[in-house]
């Protein structure tokens, strides 16, 4: 029998505060997107008449706490009812409660926010995002596992997988103690997502500007959707489908369409 055990969530004490491990991958996630951004700015923009080197590095505040607001007040809109019973925990993300689709909307606003103070191309800051972002998504999905959220459904024959403690079981599985580690699945596809985006950057970077946030839309589309089918703890459900399988097919085909709207637009150039 192969079981991962349900971890301890605190990283350690400060003055008898907790300090949850989930925050500290977040911290670690985050930084790592940064620099990684950071990065592929620097080598897609250095040929640029607008290119600032570290440009990242000098609006990282900004683009952070944008994209943080945008990640806790898209799951508070998922959860209203909650929320508007216990306002004073919408400040309260030590333990959770970030969606990835709020963090990219915040961040691109963020950068759409740099693009207009520094005069530098809004797709050229946006495919910094889109460049790096598989990356901390795939270090903070294990703050899901700290957290003994973003699970899926019980495995067949009880033999294996992830161990979730009865107080985070969802109603209808209280009978079971081992599911899917649907947050493993994501992080080992977004390392894959990661490998494909820096080819992107590495080939098409410099050329087509933001090509690699149109390509990051559908490919991180595919994987959240394919993976939300197994979860049983999604934010919101319309009917029986949930919100993020939604918010993923909108997001495919912006991205699909983006896409298009860029090889057209080459061919017209090169004409």
């Not at 008898?16 to 977040?26: E, L, N, T």
């Not at 530098?120 to 946006?126: M, N």
């Not at 795939?138 to 957290?147: K, L, S, T």
């Not at 990051?216 to 999604?234: A, G, H, P």
Request: glycine content about 8%.
């Amino acid at each position: 029998m192969f079981v991962i055990p349900a971890p301890n969530p605190v990283a350690f004490n400060v003055f008898d505060i907790p300090v949850y491990k989930y925050g500290v991958v977040m911290a670690v996630a985050i930084f790592v997107a940064m620099v990684l951004a950071n990065y592929f700015y620097n080598i897609s923009n250095s040929e640029e008449k607008s290119f600032r080197k570290d440009l990242i590095y000098e609006y990282a505040p900004l683009i952070i706490i944008a994209g943080i607001l945008g990640a806790r007040l898209y799951f508070c809109l998922l959860n209203p009812h909650y929320y508007l019973t216990h306002v004073i925990e919408i400040l309260d993300i030590r333990q959770g409660g970030l969606s990835i689709h709020g963090a990219i909307l915040g961040g691109a606003l963020g950068l759409w926010f740099v693009s207009k103070r520094t005069k530098v191309p809004f797709l050229a800051t946006i495919d910094t995002l889109a460049g790096s972002i598989f990356a901390g998504q795939a270090i903070g999905r294990w703050g899901n596992y700290f957290n003994s959220e973003a699970f899926g459904v019980p495995v067949a024959g009880q033999n294996w997988g992830l161990f979730i403690p009865e107080a985070s079981r969802p109603v209808q599985y209280m009978d079971f103690t081992l599911f899917h580690p649907a947050f493993l699945y994501e992080s080992c596809l977004d390392i894959l997502g990661f490998a494909i985006m820096f080819l992107v950057v590495k080939n098409f970077g410099k050329t087509h500007k933001g090509m690699t946030f149109f390509v990051y839309l559908m490919l991180y589309s595919v994987i959240r959707f394919c993976v939300e089918q197994i979860r049983v703890d999604s934010a919101l459900n319309v009917g029986i489908v949930p919100i993020a399988q939604i918010v993923s097919v909108i997001m495919f085909f912006t991205g699909m369409c983006g896409v298009i709207w860029l090889l057209i637009r080459s061919k017209q150039c090169y004409r």
